[in-house]
Structures are given as C-alpha cells and as structure tokens.
C-alpha cells in the first residue's frame, strides 16, 4: 500500500540526495581534505591547488544535488496541498535549512576561502585561516541536518513493514 501520491520520483530524490550528499561530504571534507596534507611530496601551495579543484567540483555537484532537492521539494508541496504527506514539514525544514547552507557555502565562505588561498600561493600570506572553521562548522551543521532530512524521509516516505505485509505489530 503506498502512502502517498507524490511523483515516485520526487520521492526518490527525497529519499536519495541526502546520502548521496553526506557521502560527498564524509568523502572530501572529512576525509579527503585532512588526509591530503600528510601525504609525501605535499606541499602547502600544491595541497591548496588540488584542494580549490576538488572543493569546486564538490560544490557544483552539491549546487546540482541543491536544486534536484528543491524540484522535488516543489513538486511534494503540489501534492502536501491535496493530501497529508507524513513527516513532510520536517523534510521541509532540513530541505531548506540545507540550501540555506548550501547558500552561505557557496556565495560567501567560498569566495573569501578563495582570496586566502590566492594570497597564500602569491607567498604574500603564509598562516592559516579562521575561514576554514567557519567551513568546517557548516558543513558539520549541514551533515547533521542532512541525516536529520534522511531519517524524516525514510520515515515519511517509506511504510513500516507491517503495513507492507498486512499485518498488526504484535507485542
């Protein structure tokens, strides 16, 4: 029995983008990124060039992730005016609470991470950044948000098992 009349595909974007993002995330800022700077012949500049290219590309595929989100957030909320979608005020919230860092990540940290990094390979600037915190602190507020939109869409989108099969949970 289906439990709502959402586009499957929308739901399937609901239910899939949030993984897919935390594993870009777990992936290149919590692995990646660290580890890149303790390999052999690493420089700083050279760690920093691979960096602003890895981090880019992460950042369009988030902008892309972002906006197949976003569609499928539109296209639930058609539907939410018809019919109840369970848990849907919650996806809501960590949709948008999502692109909103997404916003702030892309539009401002980004930019002022890319100043710091030029001034660093000019040579004009050699000591670390408080920028990068402010990054490190929203993508950690964006994973956690991201496994918030996960759990509320697996439990809004998807029946329990029991409903599946029929059956009453017995205790």
Not at 95 to 124: C, M, N, W, Y
């Amino acid at each position: 029995m289906q439990t709502t009349h959402a586009p499957r595909w929308a739901r399937a974007f609901i239910l899939l983008v949030p993984p897919i993002w935390l594993g870009l995330i777990i992936g290149i800022s919590f692995i990646e990124a660290p580890l890149k700077f303790t390999a052999p012949g690493i420089t700083i500049p050279l760690g920093l060039g691979i960096g602003r290219r890895v981090f880019l590309a992460m950042n369009i595929v988030e902008v892309i992730l972002g906006i197949l989100l976003l569609i499928a957030l539109i296209s639930m909320w058609r539907n939410h005016r018809r019919q109840e979608l369970p848990n849907f005020g919650k996806m809501q919230r960590y949709s948008f609470i999502a692109l909103i860092l997404l916003l702030i990540k892309t539009a401002v940290i980004r930019p002022l991470l890319a100043v710091h990094t030029d001034q660093v390979l000019e040579g004009s600037f050699s000591g670390g950044s408080t920028t990068h915190y402010y990054y490190i602190g929203v993508e950690a507020v964006l994973f956690v948000v991201l496994l918030l939109l996960m759990v509320s869409a697996i439990r809004g989108l998807i029946p329990p098992t029991a409903a599946i099969n029929g059956e009453a949970k017995k205790h």
